[in-house]
């Protein structure tokens, strides 16, 4: 069936990097875009970027910052984020986009999600 | 951005009735407004699509209206599981926003 698996739970330090992966299962991986949305402790969903086979898209506010990548042998995305800090913490879920043609774009599964703590 | 807003922000309940959550886009976006389920520690799961279309698995106790910029989450006959967070999105534009929640909790 369908799933998206990431990577487990990372502790950074302020200004570190993390890099998280979400491995594709169940579904043809090169036709389907991939997003990251994340969502901090509390709060709400907060849409980072997306990869599909031929760019990427991201977030205004992470421009410089954010990375996403993929490896097709693997069917899996990478995301990565640099210069972190500690409202950087909060939970990653790299998320399948399904488009219909008369029904739009939707996010229909979610990986399980991975919890980035930023600390000194 | 398209900013989206949910009311309420919490909203108590009992098994057996029946709630309505409101999303507004701050410019129309046709139908392209999505509702997702999310409970705690948990992913967050597609229930509605296209303002009005019951994702496959989902019961059809759940219901979507609106287009525009107003539309409506209905949920009948609450079951306890379906007490949760509730979020709308949009899809119409660039990057995607959400909605900042709704909280559905036991009266």
């Known amino acids: 069936q369908v799933q998206l698996v990431q990577s487990g739970a990372e502790v950074k330090k302020p200004g570190a990097s993390v890099k998280v992966s979400c491995t594709s299962h169940?579904?043809?991986?090169?036709?389907?875009?991939i997003h990251w949305v994340r969502q901090a402790p509390g709060r709400g969903l907060e849409w980072m970027g997306m990869?599909?086979?031929?760019?990427?898209s991201y977030a205004q506010e992470f421009q410089g910052r954010l990375t996403m990548t993929r490896d097709t042998s693997t069917s899996t995305v990478y995301m990565e984020v640099d210069s972190l800090r500690p409202e950087d913490t909060a939970v990653y879920y790299c998320v399948r986009e399904v488009v219909r043609l008369r029904g739009g774009n939707s996010f229909d599964y979610w990986g399980q999600g991975t919890l980035v703590t930023v600390s000194s | 951005d398209i900013q989206m807003t949910q009311s309420p922000t919490s909203l108590s309940a009992a098994v057996g009735d029946r709630v309505n959550i409101s999303c507004r886009a701050s410019?129309?976006?046709?139908?392209?407004l999505n509702w997702y389920q999310q409970k705690p520690g948990k992913a967050p799961k597609l229930l509605i699509y296209a303002a009005s279309s019951l994702q496959s698995g989902v019961p059809s106790s759940f219901s979507g209206s609106g287009s525009g910029t107003d539309f409506t989450l209905t949920i009948s006959n609450l079951q306890s599981e379906d007490f949760a967070t509730y979020y709308c999105q949009q899809s119409y534009s660039t990057p995607p926003t959400f909605g900042q929640g709704t909280r559905l909790d036991v009266k």
């Open positions: 990869i599909n086979p031929s760019e990427t």
């Open positions: 169940g579904f043809t991986f090169s036709a389907f875009y």
């Open positions: 410019q129309s976006i046709s139908r392209y």
